[in-house]
């Protein structure tokens, strides 16, 4: 299976970098027994606390490809990923009698991109959905089947966080992306951001953020990232030989930033993507390997406890999770009807997607304008 070849590389990882141990790049024999050993007493406490999930857990298949998981929410209902089921024809599900059961789509959420299938003649129990404020980055998370089997284990690598470009904090400068080791340096400020209201400008050095020393261009953007709107972090930076600190108040991201298309196509190599994999209110991130038609399954924590959904696969090692207490609010509201003749959640999606990227292109468009202005004033002055 490939979570235990995945744990059991973990596992040798860790044997193969403990302090002051050198490994050959060859398995010893007496090492793979002991992480054979250790993946499967991992596996055994899994099947100990899986049980609230393994119940709550089911199949979706579309003809005789499984398309998604669901996860149960009483009353002969399941919950799963809107836009991996609504374009598909003739859903179904299995029971723990391997009896099949037909999936009716009766309702969405699409900001969650979530659907309610009813089942006729399921069931099962409400999934109990627990609170995931109080998990830790680096918290262990279990991907979970309808067999009480892991279908993939990662860690919490980013803890919940909005995907939506309006709650997410807006510095509003362009970074020098070369790595300096003594902070970063502003090429470029927004007008009207807020940087620019605090007197950030081009050429100062960004030395600290909210207590922390920051050295690159990586570190500074992925701490920026992790904020959220009207957080009012402290900044530290460099002009000339003074350092200044000043407090702004972080405004939305006004576009959604792209990945590379280096990134993408790395992503897209290494396996399926989820029709929508961005723009969501909240999720935690994992790093767990799972496809695009493993949305929908319960991800619970070593204790066992439901602590989320898949809703998608993001990236090659990056899958997003709905946290479980986000879910249970959610459902406290009733769903949008669903029409089959209404545009597809994937395309609603893909069109937010696409004004959002022409108004970077027009921002950038702005930005360029700007510095050909200047680079012609230089001149005319020389």
Request: hydrophobic share 40%; aromatic share 4%.
């Amino acid at each position: 299976m490939k979570t235990i070849r995945s744990i059991s590389a973990l596992l040798l990882l860790t044997l193969a970098f403990a302090p002051g141990q050198l490994r050959p790049p060859f398995i010893p024999q007496e090492d793979k027994a002991v992480t054979d050993q250790q993946a499967a007493s991992i596996f055994k406490t899994l099947r100990a606390v899986s049980f609230e999930a393994e119940e709550v857990a089911f199949p979706i298949y579309a003809g005789r490809q499984r398309v998604a998981y669901g996860v149960s929410i009483g009353g002969g209902r399941l919950l799963t990923k809107a836009s991996e089921v609504v374009p598909q024809g003739g859903l179904f599900t299995t029971n723990g009698n391997d009896e099949s059961l037909s999936c009716q789509v009766t309702g969405v959420y699409p900001d969650q991109d979530l659907a309610i299938l009813e089942v006729p003649g399921l069931t099962a129990p409400a999934a109990k959905w627990a609170t995931a404020d109080e998990l830790e980055e680096g918290a262990f998370l279990v991907a979970m089947r309808s067999d009480g089997e892991a279908q993939a284990l990662g860690v919490l690598s980013v803890r919940e966080r909005s995907l939506k470009a309006a709650d997410q904090g807006f510095l509003g400068i362009q970074m020098d992306p070369r790595e300096a080791g003594n902070g970063v340096a502003v090429m470029e400020v927004v007008p009207g951001s807020a940087a620019a209201e605090v007197g950030i400008a081009s050429g100062d050095v960004i030395t600290e953020v909210a207590g922390q020393k920051v050295t690159g261009f990586f570190e500074l953007s992925t701490r920026l990232r992790r904020m959220r709107s009207g957080e009012e972090p402290e900044i530290v930076f460099k002009r000339g030989d003074r350092f200044l600190t000043v407090t702004p108040k972080l405004k939305g991201r006004p576009v959604e930033e792209g990945d590379s298309r280096r990134l993408q196509r790395m992503d897209q190599m290494s396996g399926s993507q989820s029709r929508v994999r961005a723009d969501f209110g909240n999720v935690l991130q994992s790093d767990m390997e799972l496809e695009a038609r493993d949305a929908g399954m319960p991800v619970v924590d070593l204790q066992g406890r439901i602590v989320g959904m898949v809703i998608a696969r993001a990236g090659r090692i990056s899958t997003l999770i709905l946290p479980g207490d986000d879910i249970a609010e959610v459902l406290k509201a009733k769903p949008d009807p669903f029409t089959p003749d209404a545009p597809p959640l994937a395309r609603r999606r893909d069109d937010q997607l696409n004004d959002g990227r022409r108004a970077r292109m027009q921002r950038e468009l702005e930005m360029m304008r700007r510095m050909m202005e200047n680079l012609q004033r230089e001149l005319e002055k020389e």
